[in-house]
C-alpha cells in the first residue's frame, strides 16, 4: 500500500475547506491538514460575504461553475451530510436582474447571447417589459434588463462554510487553529510550512487558500500573486412598502440590492480612486446618505422612505489583473497550489474549485470541469481573461 500524500492547506475559509473536503472523498488517498489562524473566522470574506449566486457571467468558465455550484447548493443536504445531520442553507432562487442604460445595452445583448450558447436562462427584457413585470421600478434611462429565470439567489454563506468544514472533519482533515508564516523549501519544492506557534508541518503538496492574504503567503514562495484586500461595504435598510418578485438588481453603476428576510441588503464598488488596499474593516456608513440613499430612491421610488439599519464591511479578494479566480500550480513551484483572486464570486464558486483542485492535485488534471483558463499561466503570459460582469 502506497503512503499517503501529506497536504498542507492554508486557510480554512469556504474555499480550503471545500478543497479539504473533495481532497478526502476517496478515504486513505491523503492525509490533509488545515491551518487556519481564526477559528472564529472573524474577518474571513466567507463570514462577510453577501451570500449570493448567479449564471450571469461574461466568461464561460464562470458560468459552468456556477452551473455546478447551484446544483450543488440544491443538493448540499445529501452532498454535505455528516451522519443524521443535513446542512440547510435557506437557498432562494429569485433570479438577478442587470439593468442597461443605452451605453451598456450592447455589451448586456452580448453577454445574454453567449449565455444562452451555455444553456442559461435568462431574458432579455425591454424597458417597457421591466415596468410590467415590475411596476415598482422606475426605468428612467434604461434601455433594458436581463432576467435570470433559474439558478440565481441567495443562501446563508456561513452555513456553507460550516457544512464543508464539518464534511471534511468527518472524513478525517485536521483543522488546526495556528497561522502559517514561511515555507521549508527543498530546491524548487515546498517540502514543509512552518508556524507562528513555532513547528514545521512537512508536506508533498500545499495550497494557498488564504484568501484576501493570499499574496502574503506566495510571496514565501517568491511568487507575486494580484490578489488585494479590498474593502466592500454592505448595508441593510427596511423598506415600509412591499416589493413583489424582487430579484437581486444590479445598477448600470454597480449598486446592487435584494431582500433579505423582511429587510433589504445594498452595496456598490467604490470608485477606483477610492478602492484603496487593506483598509480597515469599518464599514463605509457615510456613503449610504451621499450616494447610495440617493441612487436606490431613483430607482425605486419606494426607497425614498427607507431606514437604514446596520452595515457590515469584508474583504474582496479582488484579482487587480483580471477579476477572476487563479488556479492551480505557479512555474516556480512544483507542489503549490493556488486558489484564489475570486473577486467577490468565491463562495458560489467554491464546490466547483475545491471539486476541480482536488482532481488538479490527486489525478493530475481536470476530470469533471475544465478549469484551465483560470490558470495561473495566463497572467504571466499576459493574456487576461476579463470577466465583465463584476459586481
Ligand atoms: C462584502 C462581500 C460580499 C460578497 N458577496 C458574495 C456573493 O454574493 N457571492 C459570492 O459567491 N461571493 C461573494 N463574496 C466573495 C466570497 O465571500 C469570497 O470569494 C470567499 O468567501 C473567499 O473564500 P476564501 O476561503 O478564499 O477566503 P476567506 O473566507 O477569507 O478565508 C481565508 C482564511 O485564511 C485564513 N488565513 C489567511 N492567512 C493565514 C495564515 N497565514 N495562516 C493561517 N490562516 C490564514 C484567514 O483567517 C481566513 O479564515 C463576497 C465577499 C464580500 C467581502
Same mark, same amino acid.
Given at each position: 500500500m502506497s503512503t499517503p500524500l501529506r497536504i498542507v492547506i492554508i486557510g480554512g475559509g469556504v474555499i480550503g475547506s471545500a478543497i479539504a473536503?473533495?481532497?478526502?472523498?476517496?478515504?486513505?488517498?491523503?492525509?490533509?491538514?488545515?491551518?487556519?489562524?481564526?477559528?472564529?473566522?472573524?474577518? &474571513? @470574506? #466567507?463570514? =462577510?460575504? &453577501? @451570500? #449570493?449566486? =448567479?449564471?450571469?457571467? #461574461?466568461?464561460?468558465?464562470?458560468?459552468?461553475m456556477s452551473q455546478y455550484g447551484i446544483d450543488f447548493f440544491r443538493h448540499i443536504g445529501t452532498q454535505l451530510r455528516v451522519g443524521e445531520t443535513a446542512p440547510d442553507i435557506g437557498l432562494v432562487e429569485p433570479g438577478y436582474l442587470f439593468l442597461a442604460s443605452t451605453a451598456g445595452a450592447a455589451s448586456l445583448q452580448e453577454n445574454v447571447r453567449m449565455q444562452h450558447a451555455h444553456g442559461v436562462a435568462v431574458d432579455l427584457?425591454?424597458?417597457?417589459?421591466?415596468?410590467?413585470?415590475?411596476?415598482?421600478?422606475?426605468?428612467?434611462?434604461?434601455?433594458?434588463?436581463?432576467?435570470?429565470?433559474?439558478?440565481?439567489g441567495w443562501y446563508d454563506g456561513y452555513s456553507v462554510l460550516q457544512a464543508f468544514r464539518a464534511k471534511a472533519r468527518a472524513q478525517g482533515v485536521a483543522f488546526v487553529h495556528a497561522e502559517a508564516n514561511g515555507f521549508v523549501r527543498r530546491g524548487p519544492r515546498v517540502a514543509g510550512v512552518t508556524v507562528r506557534e513555532g513547528a514545521t508541518l512537512h508536506c508533498d503538496m500545499a495550497v494557498n487558500a488564504a484568501g484576501p492574504w493570499a499574496a502574503v503567503v506566495a510571496r514565501w514562495a517568491g511568487i507575486e500573486l494580484p490578489v488585494h484586500a479590498r474593502r466592500r461595504t454592505v448595508f441593510s435598510f427596511t423598506c415600509p412598502e412591499r416589493l413583489p418578485r424582487c430579484p437581486l438588481v444590479i445598477e448600470p453603476g454597480g449598486l446592487w440590492f435584494r431582500p433579505e428576510g423582511e429587510q433589504f441588503l445594498c452595496g456598490y464598488a467604490p470608485a477606483p480612486a477610492d478602492d484603496l488596499d487593506d483598509l480597515p474593516l469599518?464599514?463605509?456608513?457615510?456613503?449610504?446618505?451621499?450616494?447610495?440613499?440617493?441612487?436606490?430612491?431613483?430607482?425605486?421610488?419606494?426607497?425614498?422612505?427607507?431606514?437604514?439599519?446596520?452595515?457590515?464591511?469584508?474583504?474582496?479578494?479582488?484579482?487587480?489583473?483580471?477579476?477572476?479566480?487563479i488556479l492551480g500550480l505557479h512555474a516556480d513551484c512544483p507542489n503549490l497550489y493556488f486558489a484564489n483572486g475570486f473577486s467577490g464570486h468565491g463562495l458560489q464558486h467554491a464546490p466547483a474549485v475545491g471539486r476541480g483542485l482536488a482532481e488538479l492535485m490527486l489525478l493530475g488534471g481536470y476530470r469533471s470541469l475544465d478549469l484551465s483558463p483560470l490558470a495561473f499561466s495566463r497572467i504571466s503570459e499576459r493574456r487576461p481573461l476579463m470577466e465583465r460582469n463584476i459586481i
Open positions: 473536503t473533495f481532497l478526502t472523498q476517496t478515504p486513505g488517498a491523503c492525509e490533509v491538514t488545515v491551518l487556519e489562524r481564526d477559528p472564529t473566522y472573524g474577518n &474571513a @470574506s #466567507s463570514a =462577510r460575504s &453577501a @451570500s #449570493s449566486i =448567479r449564471q450571469q457571467f #461574461s466568461t464561460p468558465v464562470n458560468i459552468r427584457l425591454s424597458s417597457t417589459q421591466l415596468r410590467t413585470a415590475f411596476p415598482w421600478l422606475a426605468t428612467r434611462g434604461l434601455r433594458c434588463g436581463a432576467l435570470g429565470r433559474a439558478g440565481e469599518d464599514p463605509d456608513i457615510g456613503a449610504f446618505e451621499t450616494l447610495i440613499w440617493p441612487a436606490l430612491a431613483q430607482r425605486v421610488p419606494a426607497f425614498v422612505a427607507v431606514r437604514m439599519t446596520g452595515a457590515w464591511a469584508g474583504y474582496y479578494e479582488m484579482n487587480v489583473f483580471d477579476h477572476n479566480a
